[in-house]
């Protein structure tokens, strides 16, 4: 069973993220992470409990990580998943989990020193928490058997600013030390395909677990309006986390291409934004796979069933 460490900032999209890469029964989850990102890390660690409590998986360790950006002061996304994180669902719960002692970077390191070329690591927050083992342990980046990252966009505009994607724009600081750290293989999940998977009230329709779907149809009410609004379209959620997870766990749901690519971080209008150098000007090698097509129906089939197990 592929050995994977989730690392999140959760949020409304990393915890439909965490329900997938739980109930899909494939991945051995040797532990979560959490970050700041969407909110701060005492409510990203807060809401990843509450998620592992929903759905009885209370024996996966939780560790807690980057308090702030490598560089940069924090910047919320309240907008789009509200104070709380989570569209103001299991506001009332009180998780049992305790956290585990440490600090996550620390944890990455460690669980990959301890079982080389085996661990995958599936980042759907800021890339804070691994650009941090990076400078710690130099060797990492060898001994990773893949990274798999949602964040970026090389083909769409962007959703935080018109440039950038959140993740990006976070950290970029981070961004770029995991770009260029050298992983054996570093996949980017983007908007390029996040953007294109919309999960409606017709998908919700079909989860038949009554207490996922309860939480499911909350978390997602406000995230489905502001969807409509701000992209003046019909109601839906885009399962950017969730997309990434499963790009990591089942094999068929993309296509990618090998490019270079990089990101801003010295930019007044460009923060954050990833530049991908689709005709090698750079002349570098690449340095990742980039996602570009996506089947969208397959990957919400998947994702549908599953969290109906
Ligand atoms: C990403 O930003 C966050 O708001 C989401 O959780 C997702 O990881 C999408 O741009
Ligand atoms: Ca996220």
Redesign the pocket.
């Known amino acids: 069973m592929r050995q994977i460490i989730l690392d999140v900032?959760t949020?409304?999209?990393?915890a439909l993220g965490i329900m997938l890469a739980v109930k899909s029964g494939i991945a051995d989850i040797v532990g979560i992470t959490t970050v700041s990102?969407?909110i701060s890390i005492q409510t990203a660690t807060l809401n990843t409990c509450k998620i592992l409590e929903l759905i009885h998986a209370q024996d996966i360790p939780v560790i807690q990580g980057a308090v702030h950006p490598v560089i940069r002061e924090p910047r919320y996304?309240h907008a789009?998943?509200g104070v709380d994180g989570l569209g103001g669902a299991l506001k009332d719960m009180t998780p049992s989990i305790e956290l585990r002692d440490g600090f996550a970077p620390d944890f990455i390191i460690q669980t990959v020193k301890e079982n080389p070329g085996v661990i995958t690591l599936i980042m759907?927050?800021p890339l804070t928490n691994l650009a941090l083992a990076i400078r710690k342990c130099a060797e990492l980046p060898e001994l990773v058997d893949e990274v798999v990252f949602?964040?970026g966009a090389v083909s769409v505009t962007g959703?935080?600013t018109p440039a950038a994607?959140?993740?990006m724009f976070a950290d970029p600081e981070a961004a770029r030390i995991v770009f260029q750290a050298g992983f054996k293989k570093l996949t980017m999940v983007g908007?390029d395909v996040?953007s294109k998977v919309l999960f409606t009230d017709e998908h919700i329709a079909q989860l038949t677990n009554p207490s996922i779907k309860d939480y499911v149809a909350q978390s997602l009410n406000d995230y489905m309006d502001r969807h409509a609004r701000v992209y003046d379209t019909i109601r839906a959620s885009l399962l950017?986390?969730p997309l990434a997870v499963g790009i990591a766990l089942y094999s068929g749901l993309v296509t990618t291409k090998a490019y270079h690519v990089d990101i801003e971080t010295n930019s007044r209008l460009c923060d954050g934004q990833t530049v991908c150098d689709f005709h090698n000007s750079w002349e570098k090698s690449p340095n990742m796979d980039v996602c570009i097509e996506v089947d969208s129906d397959a990957f919400l089939k998947v994702f549908i069933d599953t969290l109906n197990k």
Not at 11 to 14: A, E, L, S
């Open positions: 900032d949020g409304i999209d990393d990102g969407n996304e789009v998943h759907t927050g949602m964040g959703n935080i994607e959140f993740n908007l996040t950017h986390d």
